[in-house]
């Protein structure tokens, strides 16, 4: 992505327009973004331990998202990066099923005992040296067994394959995200929460309050390689958004790791603590990655120039039907985390029920269309029900699984709902096939293994240990009120 050699100010593409998946698609080879990005490279592997070396840096840190999206990682020395690059680093099968909590559950038959080994590669061609952190470099991994060969539970490998599926079909895909965060005083004490500023939302004096991070993000993120096309202060206290620019899905999640660990080593840098946790507060407005996804043809984006809703062709059409039926099993993956549960309430804007609408911002699948002032390219599905502790890769396969599967089978969407279904009567909802989304963690997990295309997308190794980590998540929380249920959560992200 970068020059690690240079200063970390070349970027490789950059768009600037406001929504995560507006205008022309990135330019990566999608292949790149496949296996071939994570094969073994010793000569380029050499070149970049010279440059890292001469350029200062101490440490490679390899890293990869659980089961729960939360950042494990592996720190080489910068001497040492080639071969890492060569043998990958050592780590346990058993992150597979760390919980939330960092608890271990071996109620995941195949990983049920604490033996064995696997590898860490690092993705070479993604090595990135961090601005905010000069003395380190960044670069993404990808699990593999202690051979070398594909493990199961690779969550970057589950989004490879669901990305060639799609291509294989003729279709190409664009992701982009908004990432809100809260940002609080850093102290020394238990962990309360302390809002930056807690004045009126979206305004300057917002962005004022913490003008020297913000100055120092923008600048970062940039440098690091993550386009940015809007930065502003968000609805709740201490809350701050983001957007990234669109780019292929695997990109498009790499970024994201990279984006949290910018956000969080420039808020350290100001003395404040970052969280991305769904909820930080019990009862206040929570933190949503909402997830944006364009679908193409030859070039041309599916959401847009037909006659349905919004411009919606047929196939786009068919695309965000397949979401909306799949919605229960793909919001398991998306939000998975029962601070994801707490945080998903009707009127928050956050996606409570099963319903799609054209610019509604209450609806779980928001249809952004096309406008003569962005264009064609702009138009996108918004996925809202998503949030920090869901796996982006993960997430993200299964909502390219849900819509593919949509276009294959030429689905037809329901009408466009407009208004908040939350102040309609059970029966009006029912007759417009509009029901709420799971509020427990076993209705969650019941959609997930009820649903053969989103199982069959993950893997059942992979679904096996998905559903064991949210079981021990949910045993653990067992007896505990919400607001205990909501803290254990808030520094996670």
Not at 27 to 38: L, T, V, W
Not at 139 to 157: E, L
Request: with cysteine; charged share 20%.
């Amino acid at each position: 992505m970068l020059d690690v050699a240079g200063s970390g100010a070349q970027q490789t593409e950059t768009d600037q327009r406001d929504l995560p998946t507006a205008g022309a698609a990135d330019q990566r080879d999608p292949a790149a973004s496949g296996a071939a990005a994570g094969q073994r490279d010793p000569v380029a592997g050499r070149a970049a331990q010279a440059d890292l070396v001469a350029a200062g840096v101490a440490g490679v840190t390899i890293v990869w998202a659980d089961n729960n999206g939360i950042p494990r990682s592996r720190t080489v020395p910068a001497g040492q990066y080639d071969a890492a690059v060569e043998r990958g680093a050592g780590i346990t099968p058993l992150f597979a099923v760390f919980d939330s909590h960092d608890g271990i559950t071996f109620e995941h038959a195949p990983l049920g005992t604490p033996s064995g080994d696997i590898r860490l590669m690092p993705v070479a061609d993604r090595l990135v040296r961090l601005a905010g952190q000069p003395g380190f470099a960044w670069v993404p991994g990808r699990q593999v067994a202690a051979d070398g060969s594909a493990w199961p539970y690779d969550q970057r490998g589950v989004l490879e394959r669901q990305v060639a599926g799609a291509a294989a079909l003729g279709l190409d895909l664009l992701a982009g995200y908004e990432m809100e965060f809260h940002l609080s005083r850093a102290s020394d004490d238990d962990g309360d929460v302390r809002p930056v500023y807690d004045g009126p939302s979206y305004g300057p004096a917002k962005m004022l309050a913490v003008d020297a991070f913000a100055e120092q993000l923008l600048r970062d993120l940039d440098r690091n390689g993550v386009p940015v096309g809007q930065f502003h202060g968000e609805y709740g206290p201490g809350q701050f958004e983001f957007n990234i620019a669109p780019a292929d899905p695997v990109t498009a999640a790499d970024r994201q790791l990279l984006a949290r660990q910018t956000v969080h080593a420039a808020a350290r840098a100001h003395g404040l603590r970052a969280s991305f946790a769904p909820l930080v507060t019990l009862g206040q407005v929570g933190n949503g990655w909402h997830l944006h996804t364009s679908v193409f043809r030859a070039g041309a984006n599916l959401l847009s120039g037909g006659d349905g809703p919004g411009g919606l062709t047929a196939e786009g059409g068919a695309y965000l039907a397949g979401l909306l039926r799949d919605l229960p099993a793909i919001v398991a993956v998306s939000a998975p985390s029962l601070s994801s549960l707490q945080r998903r309430r009707p009127g928050y804007w956050c996606g409570a029920y099963t319903f799609w609408g054209v610019e509604n911002r209450e609806a779980s699948l928001r249809f952004v269309p096309a406008t003569p002032l962005l264009g064609a390219g702009h138009a996108n599905v918004e996925l809202k029900p998503s949030d920090a502790s869901a796996n982006p890769y993960l997430a993200l396969a299964a909502v390219i699984a849900a819509g593919v599967a949509g276009v294959e089978d030429g689905l037809t969407p329901p009408d466009p709902v407009q208004e908040d279904p939350g102040g309609w009567s059970e029966e009006r909802r029912a007759a417009h096939g509009i029901r709420r989304l799971p509020v427990t963690v076993e209705e969650q997990l019941a959609e997930l293994r009820a649903n053969e295309r989103i199982r069959a997308a993950l893997g059942e190794e992979l679904v096996g240990a998905f559903i064991a980590v949210r079981e021990s998540d949910a045993a653990r929380a067992t007896g505990r009120d919400a607001a205990d249920v909501v803290r254990s959560y808030r520094w996670l992200y």
